[in-house]
C-alpha cells in the first residue's frame, strides 16, 4: 500500500500568489514525521519544512507553512507569495522506523510551475 | 550549498565497464545514504550506512556495491550495469538513523548506461 500518496502531479500558479499542495499518508505508528523537500531542474533535493505528529503547532518556515491535518492524515504544503525560482518539483515525504533506524518514504512529487 | 558533495555530475557508460560514483558529506553527520530516482517513480532507497556500518539493503542486486570508508564518505561501485539502470543517484546524510532527523541531500549523479 502507497505510505504517501501526492495527487497532483503538476502545478501552476501565478507569481505573488499563494498555491497548496497535497499530501496524505498512512502510517500506524503514533509517532511519524513529515518532511517536504523541494528539487529544482540541478537534481538536488532541498529540505523545506518538517511537521512532527505531536506538535501542536502547524509547522512555518518563511514563505513555507505546513497544514497539518491529523484526523484526515494529510500534510498539505501551503506557499505564499509565489517566486518564480519556486519552480521545482516537491516531494512529501514521512519517517518510518523499520529495521532498528529512521528511514524516509517519499511520494511520487508535485512539478510546481510558477507564472510570472 | 547543503554539504553534500557529489562526483560526478554526470555519467555515461556502458554494460561492461566498471565505475564508482562519490559522496562526501562536510556537517560531521552520522549516517550517510544511497537513494535512486528514476523517471516517474518515487525516490527509492537503496543503502544506509550508520556509523560506518551497512544498516539497509534494500534488495538492491549486487552489480550495485556500496562502500563507507569513514563517516565523511560514501562510495557506490558500479558495475555490468543494465540499461535500467540509468537515473540520478543520490546521496545524503543525517545527524543519525535514531531520531527524526531531517536528510541532506547532493546534487546527485546523473547516470547513462549505453
Known amino acids: 500500500a502507497q505510505k504517501i500518496t501526492q495527487t497532483q502531479p503538476g502545478m501552476f500558479v501565478q507569481e505573488k500568489e499563494a498555491v497548496t499542495l497535497d499530501c496524505t499518508y498512512d502510517t500506524s505508528d503514533p509517532s511519524y514525521g513529515l518532511f517536504w523537500y523541494k528539487q529544482p531542474s540541478s537534481g538536488e533535493m532541498i529540505f523545506l519544512i518538517y511537521q512532527g505528529s505531536y506538535d501542536q503547532q502547524n509547522a512555518t518556515e518563511g514563505r513555507y507553512s505546513l497544514n497539518f491535518q491529523k484526523a484526515r492524515k494529510s500534510a498539505n504544503l501551503v506557499i505564499s507569495a509565489s517566486q518564480l525560482g519556486d519552480s521545482a518539483m516537491y516531494f512529501c515525504a514521512m519517517r518510518e522506523f523499520s529495521g532498528g533506524y529512521n528511514k524516509l518514504i517519499f511520494g511520487a512529487g508535485t512539478r510546481l510551475a510558477v507564472h510570472p | 550549498e547543503t554539504g553534500v558533495t557529489q562526483t560526478p555530475r554526470h555519467l555515461v557508460m556502458g554494460m561492461t565497464n566498471k565505475k564508482s560514483l562519490k559522496c562526501e558529506q562536510h556537517?560531521?553527520?552520522?549516517?550517510m545514504y544511497w537513494y535512486k530516482q528514476s523517471a516517474k517513480k518515487p525516490l527509492e532507497l537503496m543503502f544506509v550506512y550508520s556509523l560506518e556500518e551497512r544498516v539497509e539493503n534494500n534488495s538492491v542486486p549486487s552489480r550495485f556495491s556500496p562502500e563507507c570508508p569513514n563517516s565523511s564518505h560514501l562510495f557506490l561501485h558500479l558495475h555490468t550495469l543494465q540499461p535500467e539502470d540509468s537515473a540520478l543517484y543520490l546521496c545524503?546524510?543525517?545527524?543519525?538513523?535514531?531520531?527524526?532527523?531531517?536528510?541532506?541531500f547532493g546534487p546527485g549523479t546523473r547516470l547513462t548506461v549505453t
Open positions: 545524503a546524510s543525517s545527524r543519525g538513523t535514531g531520531g527524526i532527523y531531517e536528510q541532506y
Open positions: 556537517l560531521g553527520h552520522n549516517a
